[in-house]
């Protein structure tokens, strides 16, 4: 499980947003990993090891489209009422994206609800901003590109709260991303094209890191390209190609709902 101080939560979160992610895990071997650190965790009562490994495994639940585990492994952490504000909004955000694959879309924007309202509360701007940009992208999944257009706006006002520069920076880049494959989805070609080369050029720098957000982000600016008529999307398409290769080396995955271009979630 990480550690971390109540004065560095941001770096908390940062270092959790990788196991959402599953970076360097194979899906079902970090599930069996996280299970046996819950078990354990249960029989010797450290409560702290065992909330921060099953917020883990919801996550990684939800990651495999495991909705329905997902949702109950979220729901009986919560009610173990966790003593730390953060676990509690990433488990009313997995609770919310779980319910929203399932088609319970009200319930998914109640849970969304509750984490803003949570996140606020405690006066996290780099939780509130991530809720927001969250929340947009399952609304322009939906098809209400201006409810999405909205929580991208209202992300983008919180984002100046934030004072660590790369967290503010991961974010910028999130949201930008969310934006194009949002605008890519509505037809804009030209303006998702934009929008994915901006979010690009934020994480460059850190692109070795990055190999799966970096293998989409190019795919999706093949895509606007190509839908533009323009004979440079073999460019970016080779990118995109390069990246995936070094991602599916490290196996790395995203959620569905996460994702910087549309996949099916089935």
Same mark, same amino acid.
């Given at each position: ?24 895990? &194979? ?11 819950? =078990?354990?965790?249960?029989? +010797? ?18 990651? @495999? ?78 098809? &209400?590109?201006?409810?999405?257009? &909205? ?8 984002? =100046? ?26 037809? &804009? ?10 979010? +690009? ?26 839908? @533009?008529?323009?004979? =440079? ?5 080779? +990118? ?7 991602? @599916? ?18």
């Amino acid at each position: 499980c990480v550690s971390y101080s109540e004065k560095n939560d941001y770096i908390f979160l940062k270092l959790h947003f990788l196991l959402w992610d599953a970076k360097s895990f &194979n899906g079902s071997e970090l599930e069996k990993k996280l299970e046996n650190v819950v =078990t354990i965790s249960k029989k +010797i009562g450290v409560n702290d090891a065992q909330i921060s490994a099953s917020v883990s495994l919801a996550a990684t639940y939800e990651l @495999n489209n495991k909705n329905q585990e997902a949702l109950d492994f979220a729901q009986a952490t919560l009610a173990l009422n966790p003593p730390r504000y953060n676990h509690k909004v990433t488990l009313l955000q997995i609770s919310g994206m779980a319910l929203f694959k399932q088609g319970r879309y009200n319930l998914a924007e109640n849970y969304f609800d509750q984490a803003l309202a949570l996140a606020q509360s405690n006066k996290s701007a780099f939780l509130t901003a991530l809720t927001y940009s969250f929340y947009g992208t399952l609304a322009s999944q939906k098809g &209400n590109y201006e409810k999405a257009e &909205n929580l991208f706006s209202k992300a983008d006002i919180v984002i =100046t709260l934030v004072h660590d520069l790369g967290s503010k920076n991961d974010l910028n880049s999130r949201i930008i991303g969310y934006r194009a494959k949002s605008q890519l989805m509505q037809g &804009n070609y030209e303006k998702a094209a934009k929008l994915y080369k901006d979010s +690009i050029d934020l994480i460059q720098p850190f692109a070795t890191e990055k190999s799966l957000e970096m293998a989409e982000l190019n795919k999706g600016m093949a895509t606007s390209l190509s839908k @533009n008529g323009s004979s =440079t999307s073999n460019k970016y398409d080779a +990118i995109a190609s390069y990246y995936l290769e070094q991602a @599916n080396a490290k196996n790395e995955k995203v959620s569905c709902l996460l994702s910087f271009v549309p996949i099916s979630c089935k």
